[in-house]
């Protein structure tokens, strides 16, 4: 199996467009790294460029420390699953993942068992004299996964393969996609612009946005240690809250002041915000940190504007004027559109960003 | 309730008007056509002697032999008349030679086949009873056997054309191919302005160009010759094949040549075993439109043509030429036509498409 290192690559396509605009990657052996961001973040353009289909304009790629920038697609050793699944039409089934392994040059008997053995992993042992327009779109997303799989490649490359599927199979793909990596320990890079898949996914995430890496992490990293506010708003669902607050700072306390409420925090665990003496800083919380407590011991009371219930759980909104806050209440809770409800925070889970850089502020206690 | 049915009715007469209009416009296409096609079917007799012409050409002939103190005469069955006319020699013996030249005369006039011994038995019946009747199949195709036995090198000049047609697919479908192909996959600067600037080719009349045509192929040694011809047509014939073939590569993903290309194909490589065989049905439209646009082609094969012309040169040669014998002419055209009938009819679909993707 492999590694893959990105140094420095970019990928300009006019004078002033830029799909990638710097990157630096380190891909460990047998790691599912997921690449995701927003449309048009430049994470499929990063992975066309790994896989050869796209010119870099600076930088390096390296794979098994090999240098595989100027090398063309079939001699990198790696193999892809695309979006829209690209299998040939005019072949069959067996024909389409035979095919690498025809020009291979190896033998028919060889062929023949590598195809059994790959279709059987992917489920699709009994389809392998269709033709692709008789399958559906799980069945064409399974042959497309047995195709790249065939080659036994170094490093395995999937743009967004789940997108086309309806939700309930887009989950199962999910299981089952983990479990072949389990199963074949390929280094995998897996582009999805969405969260719950990435999340569900990866080994580490890699967060993208407007040609540059944002955050590198596990999925706790990013979810709990969001690198910025664009992270924070990015990852979950419902995203993180955002409070533009006031930081004042008095020996025992800190007072945030917002224009609905005043939280006030130990400053012995938060001493970091001491710079931010009388500045405006953002409080972040995510939906399940806001928590419903008597009026007696709420940070404030507010109004639910809609309560949509999730089975599991319920998401709650609350109108604060200018700002709609999610909250995620469990699913026992009683609550009805109009109620009046004190809340309050889970003060371990709150999050702090620079409301200049919207980057994060990192406490050495913790958090 | 009352204006429902008031709605209703205006509704389906707005219907019946537009289809009314439709069937009379597709019947002023249609009939000339129909007439043509009928024409050609048609014997001397049928043509000449039978008014109104019947829609459909018979498909036998009925004669009769009668008998009178100076000789047989031989009656033919007129449909307009609706009664036996004399046909032919007015008198005839049962000597070989009269016999030998009614058995001509039948096959000349009504298309119809008859032996000499045949005839003999009829006679012999009609020596016994006085009159006989009897029919004949006609010979349906025999305008068309007609019209290339008599036709002055009418079958060299199929060939000419099957050299001219096959000779422009070659250039225009390999050239427009590319083009196409390119104009498909790749995005640059002015592109749409040239692919609508490769249509311009085709304004220029032939007739108004064929003077310098003439001299430029007389001076490349290629006046009078398939090649010149096929060099002239695939000017236009290249245009054509552009925007036929840029739809069809366009309606195939990209992104199957690139896996073939990340699964071990060079680029070329990919085109072969994946954009190739996939194409092939919209490529071997475009041929097909190529060989009508040459195959049809006459002003310009009249201009550039003299010893060696094409079938449509041919035919409108004898057209021009002929005094009569329309049902003759009319074989020649349909023969001239029929190819290019049935290639339009395969490839509708692709030229529907090329102009805007409707799907037939």
């Not at chain 2, 025999?142 to 060939?159: D, E, S, T």
Request: hydrophobic share 45%; net charge positive; charged share 20%.
């Amino acid at each position: 199996m492999a590694t893959l290192e990105l140094i420095d690559i970019a990928k300009r396509f006019t004078k002033k467009v830029w799909g990638v605009k710097k990157m630096d990657l380190k891909v460990e052996d047998k790691e599912f790294i997921v690449l995701l961001g927003p449309s048009g973040c430049g994470k499929t353009t990063t992975m066309r460029m790994v896989a050869g289909l796209e010119e870099v304009t600076r930088g390096t790629i390296l794979l098994d420390g090999k240098d595989i920038t100027d090398i063309p697609p079939r001699d990198r050793g790696i193999s892809m699953v695309f979006q829209n699944y690209a299998i040939w039409p005019h072949m069959t089934v067996y024909e389409n993942i035979a095919f690498s392994l025809k020009l291979k040059k190896m033998s028919a008997a060889e062929i023949k068992e590598r195809v059994e053995e790959t279709a059987a992993m992917v489920k699709i042992g009994e389809l392998l004299k269709r033709l692709p327009g008789q399958l559906s779109g799980g069945q064409q997303q399974r042959v497309a996964l047995a195709r790249a799989l065939a080659v036994r490649p170094k490093l395995f490359l999937m743009d967004e393969p789940l997108s086309n599927l309806d939700a309930k199979l887009r989950v199962t793909m999910r299981t089952e996609l983990k479990a072949i990596h389990q199963q074949t320990n390929a280094t995998s890079i897996f582009v999805t612009h969405d969260q719950s898949e990435a999340m569900s996914m990866a080994d580490r995430i890699v967060i993208m946005k407007d040609g540059e890496i944002v955050q590198i992490g596990t999925p706790d990293d990013v979810y709990f240690r969001s690198a910025n506010m664009f992270v924070a708003g990015f990852i979950g669902t419902p995203p993180s809250n955002f409070f533009n607050v006031e930081c004042e700072y008095t020996k025992e306390n800190i007072s945030l002041k917002h224009s609905h409420f005043t939280l006030e925090i130990d400053s012995m665990k938060f001493q970091e915000l001491g710079k931010y003496r009388g500045k405006e800083i953002v409080l972040g919380v995510r939906p399940e940190d806001l928590l419903i407590v008597p009026e007696s011991k709420a940070v404030f009371t507010a109004e639910v504007l809609v309560v949509e219930p999730q089975g599991s759980h319920q998401v709650v909104a609350i109108n604060l004027k200018e700002i709609i806050v999610k909250m995620v209440v469990s699913a026992e809770t009683k609550v009805k559109p109009g109620d009046k409800i004190g809340l309050g925070f889970n003060i371990k889970r709150i999050h702090f960003f620079d409301s200049k850089t919207e980057n994060r502020i990192v406490f050495k206690g913790g958090v | 309730m009352n204006n429902a049915i008031k709605r209703q009715l205006k509704r389906s007469a707005k219907r019946s008007s537009l289809y009314i209009v439709l069937a009379g416009i597709a019947f002023i296409i249609i009939f000339p056509i129909f007439f043509l096609f009928s024409f050609s079917f048609m014997s001397d007799y049928e043509t000449y002697s039978e008014w109104p012409k019947p829609l459909i050409p018979s498909f036998k002939a009925n004669f009769m032999i009668d008998k009178n103190s100076e000789g047989y005469h031989l009656l033919i069955f007129n449909k307009s008349e609706d009664k036996y006319m004399p046909f032919g020699p007015l008198v005839f013996t049962n000597s070989q030679e009269d016999i030998d030249n009614l058995r001509k005369f039948i096959k000349l006039q009504s298309n119809s086949k008859i032996t000499s011994q045949k005839i003999m038995e009829y006679l012999k019946i009609v020596d016994s009873k006085s009159r006989v009747e009897f029919s004949i199949k006609k010979d349906l195709l025999a305008n068309y056997i007609l019209f290339f036995q008599v036709v002055n090198g009418a079958p060299k000049a199929v060939l000419n054309s099957l050299m001219v047609a096959g000779a422009t697919i070659l250039i225009s479908l390999t050239i427009g191919g590319m083009g196409g192909y390119a104009f498909a996959r790749y995005f640059f600067k002015g592109k749409n302005i040239l692919k609508l600037s490769v249509l311009f080719v085709r304004m220029f009349p032939a007739v108004s160009l064929a003077i310098p045509m003439v001299i430029i192929l007389a001076k490349m040694g290629l006046y009078d010759q398939p090649l010149g011809l096929s060099l002239v047509y695939s000017v236009g014939q290249i245009s054509m094949s552009i925007w036929i073939t840029a739809s069809v590569f366009m309606a195939i993903p990209v992104s199957l040549e690139e896996a073939a290309m990340i699964f071990g194909t060079t680029r070329a490589g990919a085109f072969l075993h994946v954009t190739l065989p996939l194409a092939l049905p919209g490529l071997a439209a475009s041929a097909m439109y190529s060989f009508i646009g040459s195959w049809n082609e006459v002003i310009a094969a009249v201009v550039l043509t003299q010893f060696n012309p094409t079938f449509p040169v041919v035919v409108y040669k004898a057209l021009v030429g002929s005094q009569g014998q329309i049902n003759l002419i009319t074989a020649g055209s349909v023969a001239q036509a029929l190819p290019a009938i049935i290639f339009t009819l395969i490839i509708r679909k692709y030229i529907i498409q090329m102009w805007g993707g409707v799907k037939v």
